[in-house]
Each structure stands twice: as C-alpha cells, then as structure tokens.
C-alpha cells in the first residue's frame, strides 16, 4: 500500500532539546511539505520541498529545520529555538506536476509533540 | 495572514439535515480548491475538489459550489449522518503546488 509514513506518533521534548520527525513515503512524489496544527488555527505550512536537495520555507518556519537528501524522506527537525513547539505535526506530499495534474495532498497521521 | 477564510468555526446539525461551510479566498492565481476531512488523532484526508471552469461538482452527498466572480466556494453535506462528525478545511492552491488552508469547521451531527 502506498502513503506516508509519519514516526513517532506521539513525541515528549525537555526545555533545550532539538526533536527530529521523521516522515517517509512510497507514493513516488515530488512535493513534500509540514505543517503545524493547533487548535482553532488550521494547518499553518512549515517548509515545503519540490524536488531533491531543494526545500523553501514555509509561513512559519522559524524554530524549524528540514532536509531532502532522498526523493522518500522529509524530516523536521525542531530546534530549542522554537518557544512553542508543543503542536500536531503533519506531513503530506503531492505529486508536484502542476495544478493540471494536481491530485492534492496525501497526509501522513500526525506526530503530536509535547514539550515536558 | 490567512489567504482562505473559513466560516463557521463549528456547526451542531441534526441527523439527516445538511450542514455548509462557507470559504473566501482574495488571491485570483488560485486554480485547485478541495476539501479535507479529519477525524480526531488522524491526517486530514482529501474529500472532494473543484477548478475554476466548473460551478458545480457532487460526489455522493458531498457538493462544492464555486462562485468564481464571487471568489468564493462551500462544501454542502447533504442527509449528515453521526460519521460525518469531524473537522473539514478548505483549502486553495496555485501551479506552485503550495495549498493555502482555511481555519477548520467542526462539524458535529447529532443522532
């Protein structure tokens, strides 16, 4: 079955420390993205990545890191410079062929982190 | 700030009514605009989309109305059932892939 993979599903954080989400998929797409989900505020975009070794920053990416070293994987990493990093962390991916061919996103489960 | 806005926040609707989510968007480039549905602890999941050179597009008892003059589009549910209870958005996106999210409806349907 194709789609993507999101670890760990639920993610704790002491004061100071940087976390990293990993995020997988096996759809063969192009575009990956993050996004940040609090309550009452939608889904707010982190970074996204149209193609290998490039990625772009998002609305909010201050606090954040990412990386595209393989077509599959898109982690993200939150820094200890984030000061609100408690949130639903979701990661979604699209075939990135333009709007013609756009299908829209598939999304992973979510990771939830919580800063202790 | 929020490119697609989203209205309203929460709708309670009965068994068997229809339940309707409003969304606006400003940015003319917008092409693709679906719709999402997430149950709680999940990603959202696509549910039904639209382009600009249709009006009208229903899948089940899903419909998106687009009112392009307007810039404007609504998801309606028809005959809500208690599985539909979950959070739906809006979104909106140009050939830069990119999808602009709305604020979220929580729909509840009430047996």
């Known amino acids: 079955d194709g789609g993507i993979t999101q670890s760990p599903k639920y993610l704790f954080r002491k004061e100071g420390q940087n976390v990293t989400l990993s995020c997988e998929q096996n759809?063969?797409?192009?575009?990956m993205y993050w996004y940040r989900q609090d309550p009452g505020q939608g889904l707010r975009l982190i970074y996204y990545s149209q193609i290998v070794n490039d990625f772009q920053k998002g609305d909010i990416a201050e606090g954040y890191s990412v990386s595209r070293e393989k077509k599959e994987s898109f982690p993200l990493t939150v820094t200890s410079a984030q000061k609100n990093p408690t949130a639903f962390y979701l990661c979604a991916s699209s075939s990135g062929q333009g709007s013609s061919a756009n299908s829209g996103y598939t999304f992973g489960s979510g990771t939830r982190l919580t800063v202790v | 700030q929020q490119q697609v806005k989203q209205s309203p926040q929460s709708l309670i609707v009965q068994k068997g009514g229809i339940s309707i989510i409003n969304c606006a968007y400003e940015?003319?480039?917008?092409?693709?605009f679906p719709w999402y549905q997430q149950f709680p602890g999940k990603g959202p999941a696509l549910l039904i989309a639209i382009r600009p050179d249709v009006s009208e597009k229903k899948e089940g008892r899903f419909t998106i109305s687009f009112n392009k003059s307007a810039k404007q589009f609504s998801l309606h549910i028809m005959d809500s059932q208690p599985g539909d209870s979950a959070t739906y958005f809006c979104?909106?996106?140009?050939?830069?892939?990119?999808?602009?999210f709305g604020a979220g409806t929580t729909v509840t349907v009430r047996a």
């Open positions: 940015n003319t480039a917008f092409d693709y």
């Open positions: 759809l063969n797409h192009d575009a």
């Open positions: 979104a909106a996106s140009s050939n830069d892939y990119k999808l602009s």
